[in-house]
């Protein structure tokens, strides 16, 4: 048994045997994966946060349809909105540049069922941009205090059975072994608290960013059909419009 001296996290990793190297090796390639998530993550939401709001203020001081067009055939389009819109553009050219309804399935019905499947098709996509490695920070939450705690249970069964077997069951033999054993249960703990917190505030933005992106799809869509904003002038027609578009019909 090491003096009270020598115990601790270094001991720790000198007494214990594969199992336990193997869990301490896990925990490790969990905090790695999720922190480099977080930084990764965090860095895109606050960039396409920033280019988001660029475009946005691009968009509605533009003169015309044709000029956002233009911007975004120099620009590459890096972000949720200008994506949209870009793809929203070029089907609105498509279907007024060929006789739709007569070739495929993809082209049937008027340009408002077209135009909602191709802004829906965008924005699932975006949804999914914006919710990858979502998953693993979930994951990574929910299961490494339980990792920890195995690791633990494993030490102090493994404490247990080197003082058994020493016949030195005193206090002082059996506090230092089982405090160190209880470092992995700390270690889950630190690596799961940063994951569920990221995980947690990243769900909050994306549900942010998707709000806006739903919303700014019923300006562009009643702009592309009827060349009226929401809100403007032909409110009554454009608010239906709007409506018939987040439930997925016609326009």
Known sequence: MAPA???????FLSQTDTVGKLVLFLLLAMSIASWYLIVAKAIQLLGARRRGARFLGMFWDAPSLQSVASH???????????????QAIAANRHYRGHDAGQSRLNDAGSIGEFLTRAMRRVIDDETSRLESG???????????????LFGTVWGV???LVAIGMSGQGTLDKVAGPVGEALIMTALGL??????VL???????ANRVTLS???????????????????????????TQTGARFANGEAG
Do not use: I
């Open 5 to 11: 001296g020598e115990l601790g996290f270094s001991n």
């Open 72 to 86: 975004l055939e120099q620009h590459a389009q890096d972000e949720p909105f200008s994506h949209l819109t870009s």
């Open 134 to 148: 979502l998953t693993v920070l979930a994951s990574v939450g929910s299961t490494a205090p339980f990792v920890g």
């Open 157 to 159: 069964y493994h404490a």
């Open 190 to 195: 630190a690596v799961a608290v940063p994951a």
């Open 198 to 204: 990221a995980y947690n505030t990243m769900v909050r």
């Open 212 to 238: 806006k992106l739903d919303s700014f799809a019923h300006d562009l869509f009643a702009l592309l059909t009827t060349g009226t904003r929401v809100g403007s002038g032909a409110a009554e027609v454009t």
